[in-house]
Structures are given as structure tokens and as C-alpha cells.
């Protein structure tokens, strides 16, 4: 790699930095291509992107940013969930590990805060945002539909 293509790395990591409000850091170290393949789709499919770093270029695109709490977690094998919704990529990666023996979560960050793995774990056992649309809209619906069948069954009584 080139000192222009690094250039071009930093800049591109700091914007993917300063654009997420979450990030999960993890090892993927003997993961095979299908398997990072799958789990980029499955990241894609709710809005975050997943990206394989070089550490030293990671670090340097960390200063100045919200993340930068996270420059302990790059050494090794690393890659970078990013994201604005930190449940559902939380939960992607969480779960992803629980099949994948290789793929070993680290951590993460949202907004200023450092997240632990057990932090992650919490955040990953939370509903995520379609979950919680879909239960608050069942439970507006919920009243209305009673009340459409009482009104259903006395317009019933009357005509009988």
C-alpha cells in the first residue's frame, strides 16, 4: 500500500468514524471470505457497514473522534462494525460469534463511551428499533381493535 492509498484509508476511516454513533471492534482471524461475506450482508441489511482495518491507520483515524477510547482495542486481526443504530449491530456480531468460533467480539463505543464485551452483550440482548416500532404500533392497535369489536358485537346485538 502506497502512501497515497494510506492517505486516502486515514480520511475514509475518519469519516466512517465521525458519521457512526457505534462501532463494535472484533477479531476475525480464520474466518473464511463466505463467512466475512455473510456477515458484511447481514451488517449491511440494517444500515451499518463492516470494514477489515489496518491497526496502525485505525489509530490515527481515531484521534480527534468520539472513538478515540477505542485505540487499545486494534491489535491483531481487526475489524470495525460501524453503524447509528449500536442494538442491531450489537446483535448481528453477538450473535454472529455464537456460530463462528473465529470471529471473537472486543468491544465497542457509542458515542463517547467505551463499551466492554459484556456491555455489548447487554446491548445486544435489547430489541432493536423495527422490534420496538412493531410492539409499540401492536400495542396502539391493540385498544382500537377492542373497541371496533365491542362495537361489532353490540351493532350485532341490536340487529338480532
Known amino acids: 500500500m502506497n502512501?497515497?492509498?494510506?492517505?486516502?484509508?486515514l480520511s475514509e476511516l475518519q469519516?466512517?468514524?465521525?458519521?457512526?454513533?457505534?462501532?463494535?471492534?472484533?477479531?476475525?482471524?480464520?474466518?473464511?471470505?463466505?463467512?466475512?461475506?455473510?456477515?458484511?450482508?447481514?451488517?449491511?441489511s440494517v444500515g451499518a457497514e463492516f470494514k477489515v482495518?489496518?491497526?496502525?491507520?485505525?489509530?490515527?483515524?481515531?484521534?480527534?473522534t468520539k472513538f478515540e477510547g477505542l485505540a487499545d482495542l486494534f491489535a491483531g486481526p481487526t475489524a470495525v462494525a460501524f453503524a447509528n443504530d449500536p442494538v442491531?449491530?450489537?446483535?448481528?456480531?453477538?450473535?454472529?460469534?455464537?456460530t463462528n468460533e473465529n470471529f471473537i467480539v472486543?468491544?465497542?463505543?457509542?458515542?463517547?463511551?467505551?463499551l466492554s464485551l459484556?456491555?455489548?452483550?447487554?446491548?445486544?440482548?435489547?430489541?432493536?428499533?423495527d422490534?420496538?416500532?412493531?410492539k409499540l404500533i401492536g400495542l396502539l392497535q391493540a385498544p382500537a381493535s377492542q373497541v371496533a369489536r365491542v362495537l361489532a358485537a353490540y351493532s350485532e346485538k341490536e340487529a338480532a
Do not use: W
Open 3 to 9: 502512501r497515497e492509498e494510506k492517505a486516502q484509508l
Open 88 to 98: 442491531a449491530v450489537s446483535k448481528i456480531c453477538v450473535e454472529f460469534g455464537k
Open 131 to 134: 422490534e420496538l416500532r412493531a
Open 118 to 129: 459484556s456491555e455489548v452483550n447487554t446491548y445486544a440482548s435489547l430489541p432493536t428499533m
Open 53 to 64: 482495518t489496518k491497526n496502525r491507520i485505525t489509530r490515527l483515524a481515531l484521534k480527534g
Open 15 to 44: 469519516d466512517m468514524f465521525n458519521n457512526s454513533e457505534a462501532v463494535v471492534v472484533s477479531h476475525y482471524k480464520g474466518l473464511t471470505v463466505q463467512a466475512v461475506s455473510e456477515l458484511r450482508n447481514k451488517i449491511r
Open 106 to 114: 472486543l468491544g465497542g463505543a457509542t458515542g463517547t463511551v467505551v
